[in-house]
């Protein structure tokens, strides 16, 4: 398990990250989501000891991550796509960790063919693809066969192959009983991968819990479309009465949230309003995270004193 | 501790460049010697000393294992600023987080490189000049062999300041510029200001200059600064984001 406590990283006069407490599980894969420069990198740089909390910190199984005996049995890691000498091959790249790592030599051919770079082993590293970049930086992070395993957007670069492939890793990590964190842009790729989500917005924690807690915290939106203007109005107010909320997209198109697909099917039906189709789309992840992270930028930015924590959404749920 | 060498020493033959640096700094201090002796002699044929003048060899060597310095720092700042500029020593501190170990495991392997290369150009380079020195050589004050390790020493203890410099500084560019004002841009200082500094002090030292002080003060000066400057390094190192 993983636990930042009051973890807080200041670059000069930028917070990074701002007295972020949280705890990631062991048994789930965890998500790390948020915009750019919310603190996702810096949170995970603090973890593995790179960079020096200004204040908290951040612990592994209780231990900080430099006082770790054997670190890479521990904590696998994969930050950066560019975090190898280009004219070293991927090969020597690996030994020369499983050496520092007192790891044998004969892991890291192991994890050169799970990973499935034992044609270029021996090539230069600068030479790969961003996706071959992944695979070995991914290899770097299993050497160890870890316990805790930290993925900053491992799936950019990859092919669809390669995309499934991580989401398997991850999970079968997790089944065993290990921790996973990852993050990454690809919210549709994430909401298929993670089973929990942190949130973070501007170095702060806005969300912390399952994946269908934040799906769910956003409502399926129906779209009614109809040929009948005239009786648009009259079935809005009539939605609207029931405590749905129908915003008009295009003429007689209605986006409808608030309510089943039934209930909205009976209602244009009792009002004689003519339903040319009536479909349902479900929430995603992507909308549950940008509701979240729209709502805490709205809401500070009319309301808030800057420095104050919001409490938002679905955490604690 | 063996763990981090095995691993650096690994790392260093795994690029070619820390090896491509280390033959130019061979060739270079046996051309040099071999230059500078050669000119010598040529100068005596002129008539631009007087007849019977004759050259130690070591005074030939000098100057061509202070040029060979260039080139070696190249070579020894290579293992961590070729880490920096290409942000693996963020997977090596992962590997081991401890990172006086990794500073030491670099330090020591730089130091081997040194002594080996110091050698290996030291007798290229008493060589060089003997043979090109001739008949002209000046009586040697001690045995080539003491000279060559004077020559290994020397470029083992340039080697600590040097990955030293490399973890202050990071940027290959700049501590390839402070290192050649550190090991020769320094002998412009008046003379006896430049005998306190690497620069002054590593010359002398290889040549067995005794003026002002035993030579041997002359390596423990060119010490003081690599000791100086590994522990600066070691200050940074813990305390500075990687």
């Known amino acids: 398990m993983i636990a930042y406590e009051n973890a807080t990283k200041r670059y000069g006069a930028k917070t990074a990250l701002d007295a972020l407490t949280v705890q990631v599980r062991s048994g789930h894969v965890t998500g790390l989501l948020g915009p750019n420069g919310a603190g996702k990198s810096t949170a995970m740089r603090l973890l593995l000891g790179l960079d020096r909390p200004t204040q908290g910190g ?41 050496r520092h790592a007192g790891l044998p030599a004969g892991r890291v051919d192991e994890v050169i063919e799970v990973v499935g770079l034992e044609s270029v082993a021996r090539r230069r590293a600068g030479g790969f693809s961003l996706g071959m970049g992944q695979r070995l930086g991914i290899a770097a992070a299993l050497l160890g066969d870890p316990a805790v395993l930290v993925l900053d957007e491992p799936m950019n670069g990859l092919d669809t192959d390669g995309v499934r492939w991580i989401r398997s890793l991850l999970q079968s990590f997790a089944a ?54 005239a009786g648009l109005d009259g079935l809005v107010e009539a939605l609207e009465r029931e405590g749905m909320s129908a915003e008009r997209e295009a003429p007689g198109t209605l986006s409808i949230t608030g309510g089943s697909i039934e209930r909205i099917g009976d209602l244009a039906f009792e009002r004689g309003v003519r339903v040319h189709s009536l479909s349902s789309t479900p929430a995603t992840l992507e909308e549950g995270y940008l509701r979240l992270v729209e709502d805490e930028f709205e809401f500070r930015r009319a309301a808030t004193p800057a420095g104050e924590t919001v409490a938002i959404g679905g955490a604690g749920r | 501790m063996i763990r981090a060498l095995g691993a650096e020493w690994g790392k260093t033959f795994s690029i070619l460049s820390p090896l491509l640096c280390l033959i130019s ?31 130690r060899v070591v005074d030939v060597l000098g100057p061509a294992v202070q040029f060979g310095l260039l080139t070696f720092t190249a070579a020894a700042m290579t293992l961590i600023t070729s880490e920096y500029s290409t942000g693996s020593i963020r997977s090596t501190f992962q590997a081991q987080p401890r990172r006086w170990v990794v500073l030491a495991g670099k330090t020591l392997v730089a130091v081997a490189l040194g002594v080996v290369s110091g050698a290996v150009a030291g007798g290229l380079g008493v060589a060089a000049g003997s ?5 002209h050589a000046a009586p040697a004050a001690e045995s080539a062999a003491v000279t060559v390790a004077r020559v290994a020493a020397l470029f083992g203890v340039v080697a600590v300041l040097v990955v030293a410099l490399g973890a202050i500084i990071r940027s290959a560019v700049g501590t390839l510029s402070v290192g050649l004002v550190l090991l020769v841009g320094m002998l412009a200082m008046p003379p006896s200001m430049s005998v306190w500094t690497p620069a002054g002090a590593a010359g ?22 690599a000791a100086a400057a590994y522990a600066a390094a070691s200050v940074l190192l813990e305390r500075r984001d990687a």
Not at chain 1, 70 to 98: K, T, Y
Request: charged share 20%.
């Open chain 1, 58 to 98: 951040v612990t592994i199984d209780g231990v900080p991550y430099a006082r770790l005996k054997q670190p890479l049995r521990a904590v696998g890691a994969h930050l950066d796509a560019r975090s190898c000498h280009p004219r070293r091959s991927a090969r020597a790249h690996l030994l020369g960790l499983a």
């Open chain 2, 131 to 135: 043979l090109t020195l001739a008949g």
């Open chain 2, 204 to 225: 002398r030292f290889v040549t067995g200059d005794g003026t002002d002080y035993p030579s041997v003060v002359k390596l423990l000066i060119v010490a003081g600064w």
């Open chain 1, 176 to 229: 065993e009983g290990r921790t996973v964190l990852v993050s990454s842009h690809l919210m549709a790729e994430m909401h298929q991968t993670v089973d929990r989500v942190i949130v973070m917005g501007k170095g702060r924690l806005l969300a912390d819990c399952t994946t269908r807690e934040l799906v769910a915290s956003v409502a399926d939106v129906t779209v009614l479309r109809t040929p009948d203007l």
């Open chain 2, 25 to 55: 700094t061979v060739v270079l201090v046996a051309v040099t010697a071999a230059s500078l002796g050669n000119d010598f002699v040529h100068g005596l044929s002129l008539g631009e000393h007087p007849a019977g003048t004759t050259m």
